[in-house]
């Protein structure tokens, strides 16, 4: 903690004594922000701002970018499916284009259902008493709820233990059914941001090399890591580049 802080200190007082004012990197951008009464954010809470976007924002991306790739790696027929869109995509105007790619999306989903990052939301602490499917809340009690077991009951989700993106696009699924980032008003802050940092990182990766997994014992399982879900370590190497005109992007 101490070289972490250490590090991010640094910067901060750099940044104060010589500023840059073409800078719009996240630091920066923290730092011009200012509240009603014109105060900017304190070196102690520009750290706070900068540490929770790191343990919160890298992680989780991370391990469902890996899960992602393993999926892909271990069905033929999705990868191929997912390389015929992006192939057709080319290289759009719209940048926006690839965000709205459904097997592209349909393939983050299904890797944030299977195996959700995050397998409880943070705890709801109860304010006044309430019923909720027939258990009785009392104020003070600290309720979470359980991603994992939403993701994988048998009446929303058909054959929960497969990797199946199809079914994100055969049925719309409400944010009582699928919530990988949690809900409500505390709902992951990053939703957004890691949905698309997830589509540009799979769609660049896939459309430049092809991989292989190897040594990689099938079926893997999610393990224990602190507060979110981790895959076990998984070995992939490049067999060669590709060629998709996407990897101009
Ligand atoms: C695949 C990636 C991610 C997953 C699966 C994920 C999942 C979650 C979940 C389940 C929660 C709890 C929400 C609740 O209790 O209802 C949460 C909260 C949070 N996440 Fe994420 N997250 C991801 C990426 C990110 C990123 C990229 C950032 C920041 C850039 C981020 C920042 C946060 C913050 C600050 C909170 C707390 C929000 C609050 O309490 O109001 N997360 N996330």
Redesign the pocket.
Known sequence: MKQIDGLIYAEIAERQTQPDPNRDDILSLLMLAQDENGEALTPSELRDELM??LV??HE??AT?LSWALYWLYTDDRVRQNLLAELDALGTPDDPGALFKLPYLNAVCCET?RIY???ML??PRIVKSPVEVMGHSLEPGMAVL?S?YLTHHQPDIYSDGDRFYPERFLERQYSSFEFL?????S??????A??QF??KVVLSQILSQVELTLVDTPAPLKPIRRGLVSGIPPVTMVSKGRRDLSLQEN
């Open positions: 929770t976007l919160a924002g989780t991306t469902a944030l959700p990052v995050a939301t943070f709820g991603i990988p980032f949690g809900g409500g505390r709902r992951c802050i990053g939703m941001f890691a940092e997830m």
